[in-house]
């Protein structure tokens, strides 16, 4: 009898699963495994958002296995010593895992091959399962080992062949005598974001489903429409692995039809941040670029970064934004793009203050598109424009040209027609003072000259 565990982390799937598919080919039997791992509960990672998605996303599993006759063992404590206990009580040989990107699983795939070598067990460790491509896969010549801007990389990527995607096992045969705790349910969850998604696979590819119907061919004209949220809504189902990106380019290249090179394109920038990370893991705390920077600090920035958290800043299309994240647990890219320029611009306040409030909220909050698109926005990332800074004026008019996003997330504005939402503070007195709204926390030109200056003294920093 050959029995084999899967670890899910990242890829709570049965479709086009390398590692589920591989386990259930060696043998006769596959131990299903997700670990509550006890050093992702202890730093603070599983953000309420995050923790009620993927209880449903186990859920889900769960019953996707019983469908072809196995179930989900979920177990609590440190990875390696569950994954070490289950693999001996099972009498596995091998154990399958998707290659990890982070600091945190580089490590923990460290850790999982020695503690199993130990007891005569092999890790096999399957690429491209959680990114399209492989981290690593494509490399720049010259002998870097990772890309740093992202246009050259696309070109790359494109020119890999994704492997074609891998039906759902048919039967999955789980030993007896693995003893599993309870799925925990998403009920239970204190916290939660009012308007959060539902996670699991089948929600996921409904959702692909609908969205490739009725928004994949406008998306490229739209996506950055931020009334008219034209975007796939994907992210969370990518980030726990609902859905595979591989599948995804896939599926994109070979059967849909208009908008999938713009779709593709953002699936590529997924790709692009996690080569980044796999390569570089300390750039998730540390700039990745250093630009000498000394960020504001003390009791006013403490009010700025408090003001930007709850949405009353005084700039609409900021706080409209910011309100979304709060009562959805998710955020438009334009939306997030904004609002990030502003916090490190504007406000010249660290990168990491914003990306933690992000973690804490984002259903899809992750570390490698997280921290690396905070970082491309703070220009200590991978923009070839570092000191580019978005004024929220003029990205209000452009992407929400009425001020109809506005007006969903602010209720307080919802009586002022037009794009005039998009500043208040021009308003005659009497007319203000109908709305209870705050006045702008800094001047536009205020915000700009100081974080021009700053950047400047940090070249000359850079210099000695
Ligand atoms: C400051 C900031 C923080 C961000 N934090 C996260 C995060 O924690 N998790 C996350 O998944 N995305 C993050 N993004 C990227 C992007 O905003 C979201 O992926 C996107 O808004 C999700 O919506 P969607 O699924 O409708 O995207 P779509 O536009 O439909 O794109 C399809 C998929 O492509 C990927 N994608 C799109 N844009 C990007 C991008 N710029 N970088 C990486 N992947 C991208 C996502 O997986 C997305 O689901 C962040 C962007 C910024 C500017």
Redesign the pocket.
Known sequence: MTVSVVLFTSDLRLRDHPPLSAAVAAGDYVVPLFVRDAAIAASGFAAPNREAFLRDCLADLDAGLRERGGRLVVRSGDVVDVVRGIAARARAEEVHVAAGVSGYAQARERRLVRALEADGRRLRVHDAVITAVAPGAVTPSGGSDHFAVFTPYFTRWSAERPRRPLRAPRAVRVPEGVPSGRIPRREAVRGVAEGLAGGGEKAGRALLLS?RRSGLAD?AAH?DDLPGDA?????????FGTLS?AELVHLAREKYGPGSDA?VR??C??D??HQVLAARPEASAADYRERHDHWREGTSAARDIQAWKEGRTGYPVVDAAMRQLLHEG????RG??L??SFLTKTLYVDWRV??QH??EH?V???I???Q???Q??AGTGTDTRPNRVLNPVLQGRRYDPDGVYVRRWLPELAGLAGRRVHEPWKLGAAERAGYDYPEPIVGLGEGLARFKGARERGRERGRD
């Open positions: 969205w998306y996506h975007t796939s809504r994907l992210s969370p189902h990518l980030h990106p779709f953002q699936l920038w997924r692009f941040h998710w955020m438009h890219n997030r793009l609002v990030a914003g990306a992000f973690l984002l899809d909050g992750d490698a598109n997280n690396l698109n905070w491309w926005v």
